[in-house]
């Protein structure tokens, strides 16, 4: 708490007359974290492509940006405070878990607006949640590595489940752009059965 008030430049007093336990701080700063989502995260997102499967990687470039200048040192606040507290608060439980629909539905959203891009039957919200995961599991290694090899290698493999879904919905074959070219003696050797 000394440390906040410092931050803050506060006295006591005004901050616990607005929060009177350190859980009421802690819902405020999660209320907060919701409210700012939008302007401060997926808008921008936005304002940088209008391809809808671009923003996905835009968004995840933006917090592997945020790693970098942390030097892999915190994490996502969102996913340490669901780690780190959310069994023993049910209202952080809560608040931790409405940020992150939230930001699924803004991703999925995206994957809406994708259209015929992804093939029908894929499920956009799950898809938007596995787009989550794969951020806050990156994250998550990275840190515990002091690196982002492990964030960059989940969305290398993000990007090419996506190239997968782009090319199934066109109609290609799913390994297209890999035929493994038949030699000779494979041939040979099915005519002789």
């Known amino acids: 708490m000394a440390t906040i008030l410092r931050e803050a430049d506060v006295n006591s007093g005004s901050l616990y007359h607005f929060f009177p336990t350190k859980e009421s701080l802690l819902i405020g700063v999660l209320e907060r974290y919701q409210r700012l989502l939008r302007p401060i995260v997926m808008d921008p997102v ?14 995840l470039d933006w917090y592997r940006s945020g790693m970098l ?25 809560r608040l931790a878990d409405a940020n ?22 894929i499920n956009r ?43 199934d919905a ?7 752009t890999r035929q493994p070219k038949r030699s000779n003696r494979s041939r040979r050797s099915r005519r002789r059965t």
């Open 69 to 93: 200048r942390a030097q892999c040192k915190l994490g996502c606040p969102i996913g340490n405070l669901a780690l780190e507290l959310a069994d023993n608060h049910p209202d952080v439980r």
């Open 170 to 176: 066109k109609g290609a074959p799913p390994d297209a």
């Open 46 to 59: 936005e304002k940088v492509t209008d391809d809808p499967i671009g923003r996905v990687f835009v968004l």
């Open 125 to 167: 919200g799950e898809l938007a949640q596995m787009v989550l995961n794969t951020m806050e599991g990156g994250i998550m290694q990275s840190r515990a590595r002091g690196e982002v090899a492990p964030f960059d290698a989940a969305v290398r493999q993000l990007r090419h489940y996506f190239d997968y879904l782009e090319r």
């Open 100 to 121: 992150f629909i939230g930001w699924t539905e803004a991703v999925k959203q995206w994957l809406i607006d994708a259209g015929d891009r992804l093939p029908s039957h």
